[in-house]
């Protein structure tokens, strides 16, 4: 059995997110036990060069059951997987990886680029992402409260 400290940060079954590099101030991510990588709502998803290393541009609604509010985003591939999704479809996504703000927690984690418009949540924060960095209590939500950031999005 391993000792978890109990100094640890709680999270719920879903908490409120913010990504500073992304400029995305909040999004809702499901807090996910099952799902080993992490995965972030994109479309229009674009691969480009910039001086030799590869991009990636895509656009983002950060809040669910709205598309007036488009963020674009640019960060640096980290790889290109095949990802098996929830409902054992097998596509190959793009990688990048980000720092997530969670409450006073701030998290480096590899995200998949995918369109979760059919989901409710636009960010999926997987086990590898909160390995050892948090204890989860699945019967609670947004233990975290608001991310400590400001990007100048409301």
């Not at 480009?48 to 598309?67: A, D, E």
């Not at 680029?113 to 947004?142: K, V």
Request: aromatic residues 6%; proline residues 5%; hydrophobic residues 35%.
């Amino acid at each position: 059995m391993t000792h978890i400290p109990s100094s640890l940060p709680l999270l719920g079954w879903r908490e409120m997110g913010g990504i500073t590099e992304l400029n995305i101030g909040r999004i809702k991510a499901k807090v996910d036990t099952g799902a080993r990588s992490s995965a972030l709502h994109a479309f229009a998803i674009d691969p480009y060069r910039k001086g030799g290393q590869r991009w990636v541009m895509f656009t983002i609604h950060p809040r669910q059951k709205n598309s007036d509010i488009s963020i674009e985003c640019h960060a640096p591939i980290k790889d290109r997987r095949l990802v098996t999704d929830s409902g054992g479809h097998k596509q190959r996504r793009y990688v990048i990886e980000t720092r997530i703000v969670l409450g006073q927690s701030v998290i480096t984690a590899e995200m998949t680029l995918t369109n979760r418009d059919s989901m409710l949540f636009r960010m999926l924060i997987g086990r590898t992402a909160m390995n050892n960095h948090f204890i989860i209590d699945p019967n609670a939500s947004y233990l975290q409260g608001k991310p400590n950031i400001y990007t100048g999005h409301h």
